[in-house]
């Protein structure tokens, strides 16, 4: 049974993620370091992937919004793992036409994320994706990537609230019990919480008024579980959407590249 490396590069957290055939085995969360060198990534992912996995690999698959990233993941993969990573980036076989006013601009995660929700929902289909940024982005019927939105993220829109408001202390992320807070503290969870949920459901209602007929509302991403309860059109969440959409990219462009070991 063939064994794939997955790997997602954002500017948060880098994602590993292990396929042993259709099925992910497991996946683990780095925090993205710019400094660090190839050899320090390549000791983290051997020491977290080796604890349950030793069997070889077929190949290697990146979406990365890091550029300055590629080649020490690159670097990584090769001399860590034996075999070089194929990289999502304009001229790979997708399987989504991206009709925008500039295909190359836009995130190979977005479009790993489309090719997921494509797979499993159908289309049209909004995937939310709760990184850094959070984007919103539109797949139609006929796998057209027709665009989306970019907001800041929430964990972003807190760190500006407490560095620009001297008075107001730093205080978790997290869903008070209810809107009205009777401290500082639940009060400013409450207008971080709510106040986001509003934003995205606010985008989420706009885009369903100029996308009929979508058929899922899919939210990913560190966040997505924290504030889809609440949500008024998020459907179905998956935290492994971007990784599936690798697996899937992987296999239609096949692309088993070995490198030397």
């Avoid at 836009?106 to 159908?122: M, P, S, T």
């Amino acid at each position: 049974m063939s064994n794939l490396l997955v790997i997602d590069v954002g500017n948060t957290n880098i994602v590993l993620g292990v396929f042993r055939g259709n099925g992910l085995v497991s996946s683990w969360r780095l925090a993205t370091a710019r400094e660090r060198t190839s050899d320090e990534y390549g000791i983290l992912a051997r020491q977290l992937i080796g604890e349950t996995f030793s069997d070889a690999f077929e190949g290697a698959i990146v979406s990365s919004v890091v550029p300055p990233l590629n080649h020490s993941i690159a670097s990584m993969v090769r001399k860590f793992f034996g075999i070089d990573a194929f990289f999502v980036e304009p001229g790979v076989k997708t399987g989504i036409a991206i009709h925008t006013d500039n295909p190359q601009e836009v995130g190979a995660d977005r479009i790993v994320n489309c090719v997921a929700a494509h797979a499993e929902y159908g289309g049209p289909a909004i995937i939310v994706d709760f990184g850094t940024a959070t984007t919103f982005d539109v797949v139609t019927h006929d796998a057209r990537y027709i665009g989306g939105v970019i907001a800041p993220g929430l964990t972003i829109s807190a760190e500006a609230l407490f560095a620009r408001a001297a008075r107001l202390p730093r205080v978790d992320i997290r869903r008070p019990e209810a809107v009205i807070g009777s401290n500082t503290i639940v009060n400013m969870q409450s207008g971080i919480y709510f106040g986001y949920l509003g934003l995205v459901d606010g985008i989420l209602g706009r885009m369903k008024r100029e996308v009929p007929d979508v058929k899922a509302v899919v939210a990913t991403g560190g966040l997505a579980s924290l504030l889809a309860p609440d949500s008024e059109h998020i459907e179905y969440v998956d935290d492994d959407l971007t990784l599936k959409g690798l697996k899937i990219v992987y296999e239609r462009n096949r692309a088993p590249r070995r490198g030397r070991k």
